[in-house]
């Protein structure tokens, strides 16, 4: 069964581009697409999307509040947020608001195609290293949060789950973890699955999200 993807974005050449991408892989199909977020959230009301393509930057209503309002509802498509990275200081905000990741809007096309197939499997669209790279850059930006629940919840975390959210949130992979802490990747893979469901978070990225929000790394260093 092919993957249902949305593209959202002002830029009708550059929607054109990204559908010709598409369009030649035998497990996709661009079913949608909306020049804003305002007519993605009304064309989503009587369309099946798997994956959404958002750009950040748009009329009417951003790719961030976009993202947030599809992430609310229930079986949601997956967002990949789309950024020119040295103009758009709020697509740390995208991952916040639920995207399960970021790409830049010139990212090779294999990138993108493996990037829609993860997001489609379940897997976080960005790697921890790039994640963290977005953080170092943005967090200094933003507000420091002062949701106390949170706080609470990391502490409900063992010592051991503990560690592996910090070394997550540095950017190591599974694998580098595993080898850091001598433990076998399949045994990390497990310490990430319960604190996600600890922390009632979807993803690895919002782990990193919620690691710098609440002090546990800082941008520039753990």
Known sequence: ???RVMLVDDQVLLRTGFRMVLAAQPDMEVVAEAGDGLEALE???STKVDVVLMDVRMPKLDGVEATRRICERDEHPDVIILTTFDL???AFSGLKAGASGFMLKD???AELLAA???VHSGDAV???STTRRLLDRFAPMLPTSTQEPQNKEIERLTERERE??????????????????VLSEATVKTHVGRILT????RDRVQVVVLAYETGLVRAGGA
């Open 1 to 3: 069964m092919s993957i």
């Open 43 to 45: 064309v989503l009301r």
């Open 88 to 90: 758009d200081e709020y």
């Open 107 to 109: 990212v090779p096309p």
């Open 116 to 118: 829609i197939r993860s």
């Open 126 to 128: 960005v790697a921890p």
């Open 164 to 181: 592996v959210m910090l070394l997550v949130a540095q950017g190591l992979s599974n694998g580098e973890i595993a080898a850091r802490l």
């Open 198 to 201: 600890k922390l009632n978070l």
